[in-house]
Every structure is written in C-alpha cells, then in structure tokens.
C-alpha cells in the first residue's frame, strides 16, 4: 500500500458543485498539505496542517477548505467548483526534521 | 513574487549526455535545498538535497552545486538516461522541518536515445 493514498484518482465535476478530495497516509507524520499543480506554474500550497487542531492557509486558498480528520486524514474541499480549479492537486506528508516530502499519487479534477 | 525561479522549462538531451537544470532564489533565510522527480501520474519524489554549508552533493548520477553567494544552485544529471525523462523542481525551504516549501515552476526532462 501507498505511504499516502489520494482518493479519487480522477474526477470530473461540474461548475457549481461541491467537491471533497480525500488523503490518508501510514507514515505516521504530524504535518500533512494539499498543494495544487497547473502546467508551467510548478506547485502551490493551498493549505497546511501541522497537527489535528492545526489549520492554516497557503498561497492559494481562496475556493478551498480544509478538514483534518485525524492524523492520517486531511481532505480539500470545494465548496462551488470552478472551472479554473481544474489541476492536478497533490496531498503530502512530512516530519520536523527530516527534511523531505511524500507526495500521493494526485488527483486529476476537471470542473466542466 | 516568485522566490524560486528555475530554468529552462524543458530540456532535451541525448542518452549519455549531461543534464543540467538551474535555480536562483531571493530569500536569505533559505536553508535547505531540495530537487523533486515526478513521473507522469505520480508525485512528486524527493531525488537529491543540500545544505547551504557545502558547495556540492553527490549521490550516484545526481549532483548539486550550490553557489551561496549567488544564490543559485542546479541539478546535474550525469550520463542522462531516458528513464531519467521527467519533470524536476527544485524548491527551497527556511530549515529542512519548515513546512513553507518553496517550489520552481519545473523542467520537463527528455532524454532520447
């Protein structure tokens, strides 16, 4: 099994529609972020979370939210999809210290 | 205000041959410096990564060099393989636990044969 599971995979939605996107990981790391990636624009954090009470927001949170489940579990939410949020979003997990990322796999949202 | 600029945006290189991507950055108080792999329908995977104390890493085909002064700092790949067609980011970070992960915008590798 994947360190972190991103669920779904794909999805295509529709303008207006409230979408969640799920992560869980096994690493047994506190901090965990969702980052969305666009063509030629690289990575951007949306937001971040160092432990279950612990929310903050990212360069690009606007349209977005967040809920920490438990430890393992962070999921991105989009209350009134967009068609600009089509992206490839990526969930990840790291330790103090330890210096770097563990990416999942992505999902691919199309807002049509 | 982009704080990791990386270039070129794509590059295409013969089997055999040395791959170089390169990346400036404004903000002093960086500190750790690391590359990402990311094949087509993954994520990203941390690959290499420096510390502003020495001035080269090497790991296998991976090499950093990291300028201080310059505030620079590139990715070479040496003896290019096409599996090492890929798109890389360099990033940046204020302390390797920092969760504030700077990103450039990547490289799209191509290695032909």
Known sequence: DADVTQTPRNRITKTGKRIMLECSQTKGHDRMYWYRQDPGLGLRLIYYSFDVKDINKGEISDGYSVSRQAQAKFSLSLESAIPNQTALYFCATSAPGLGGYTFGSGTRLTVV | ?113
């Open chain 2, 1 to 113: 205000q982009q704080q990791v600029k990386q270039s070129p945006q794509s590059l295409i290189v013969q089997k055999g041959g040395i791959s170089i991507i390169n990346c400036a950055y404004e903000n002093t108080a960086f500190d750790y410096f690391p590359w990402y792999q990311q094949f087509p329908g993954k994520g990203p995977a941390l690959l290499i990564a420096i510390r502003p104390d020495v001035s080269e890493k090497k790991e296998g085909r991976f090499t950093i060099s990291f300028n201080k002064s310059a505030k620079q700092f590139s990715l070479h790949i040496m003896d290019s393989q096409p599996g090492d067609s890929a798109t890389y980011f360099c990033a940046a970070t204020p302390g390797a636990g920092s969760y504030q992960l700077t990103f450039g915008k990547g490289t799209k590798l191509s290695v032909i044969p």
